[in-house]
């Protein structure tokens, strides 16, 4: 199978997804809406959980110790968080949305423009935060199939139904960021010719899943809690798991 397949399979689903719930949102009183929010929020919420578990994995305390991993996820968080802040993630990401929402729907009102921009960056994070997102991608670029990105693509096309019932079209919009994210995450397969390892990989999936618990508390309307900013954590973790390791 050519690599790539199973991120334009994914990007198809969304966009797919997206016009359906797009359709079916304006036929939707704003408190169903609201409540469809709620129950994303909630389910993001519990995959949040499942994926943060992670940081009790056994080849992470073998490589690292058993004390470091919840050091190694806080340290990450902390670190990437200052990066992303100083680089300015959630406001660029923010203004990209803005970009998009001008060039695809033409100039709107100010609530439907944010809207919009709410939509693209929620939708952006949750389809490229996730596990199946960085494992799927890497090794469809290793040519050990596109099977993991086939099943986050039938979820992605699921949830952006869900989405876009609420947001519009902004959610459509996040199909690019797919493209960037696990597009350059399988190029990344293809020039390194090896897995990640199974520590590495257990770091990224569970400051993962805090990102995707911030995700799940801007859903609920508890806190909007720019993630965007923390992004870089998802860069940090492996990195620290050297240094654990080399240093233990």
Same mark, same amino acid.
Do not use: H, Y
């Given at each position: 199978? +050519?690599?790539?397949?199973?991120?334009?399979?994914?990007?198809?689903?969304v966009l797919v997804g997206a016009a359906v719930g797009k359709l079916l949102?304006?036929?939707?009183?704003?408190?169903?809406?609201?409540?469809?929010?709620?129950?994303?929020?909630?389910?993001?919420?519990?995959?949040?959980?499942?994926?943060?578990?992670?940081?009790?994995?056994?080849?992470?305390?073998?490589?690292?110790?058993?004390?470091?991993?919840?050091? +190694?996820?806080?340290?990450?968080?902390?670190?990437?968080?200052?990066?992303?802040?100083?680089?300015?993630?959630?406001?660029?990401?923010?203004?990209?949305?803005?970009?998009?929402?001008?060039?695809?729907?033409?100039?709107?009102?100010?609530?439907?423009?944010?809207?919009?921009?709410?939509?693209?960056?929620?939708?952006?994070?949750?389809?490229?935060?996730?596990?199946?997102?960085?494992?799927?991608?890497?090794?469809?670029?290793?040519?050990?199939?596109?099977?993991?990105?086939?099943?986050?693509?039938?979820?992605?096309g699921f949830a952006a139904i869900a989405f876009a019932a609420t947001f519009?079209?902004? !959610?459509?919009?996040?199909?690019?960021? +797919?493209?960037? !994210?696990?597009?350059?995450?399988?190029?990344?397969?293809?020039?390194?010719?090896?897995?990640?390892?199974?520590?590495?990989?257990?770091?990224?999936?569970?400051?993962?899943?805090?990102?995707?618990?911030? !995700?799940?508390?801007?859903?609920?309307?508890?806190?909007?809690?720019?993630?965007?900013?923390?992004?870089?954590?998802?860069?940090?973790?492996?990195?620290?798991?050297?240094?654990?390791?080399?240093?233990?």
């Amino acid at each position: 199978m +050519i690599p790539g397949t199973g991120t334009a399979v994914n990007v198809l689903t969304v966009l797919v997804g997206a016009a359906v719930g797009k359709l079916l949102g304006d036929r939707l009183p704003v408190r169903t809406r609201d409540l469809v929010t709620d129950a994303l929020g909630l389910a993001t919420l519990l995959i949040a959980a499942v994926s943060a578990m992670a940081v009790l994995d056994d080849d992470l305390a073998a490589r690292v110790g058993d004390s470091a991993p919840m050091l +190694i996820v806080l340290g990450s968080l902390v670190i990437g968080g200052v990066v992303g802040s100083l680089l300015r993630l959630e406001q660029r990401t923010e203004q990209l949305g803005g970009w998009l929402q001008r060039r695809l729907a033409g100039e709107t009102g100010s609530v439907e423009r944010q809207r919009f921009i709410e939509g693209f960056v929620l939708s952006s994070l949750i389809f490229c935060t996730g596990p199946l997102t960085i494992l799927g991608a890497l090794n469809d670029g290793l040519g050990n199939g596109a099977d993991q990105l086939f099943l986050k693509a039938a979820l992605d096309g699921f949830a952006a139904i869900a989405f876009a019932a609420t947001f519009g079209l902004g !959610v459509a919009a996040s199909a690019l960021t +797919i493209v960037v !994210v696990q597009g350059g995450l399988t190029l990344a397969g293809v020039l390194l010719g090896d897995v990640l390892p199974a520590a590495d990989l257990a770091a990224i999936t569970a400051t993962g899943g805090l990102l995707l618990v911030g !995700v799940a508390l801007r859903l609920l309307r508890i806190r909007e809690i720019p993630v965007a900013d923390l992004l870089p954590a998802l860069l940090v973790a492996p990195v620290l798991v050297q240094v654990a390791a080399a240093v233990r």
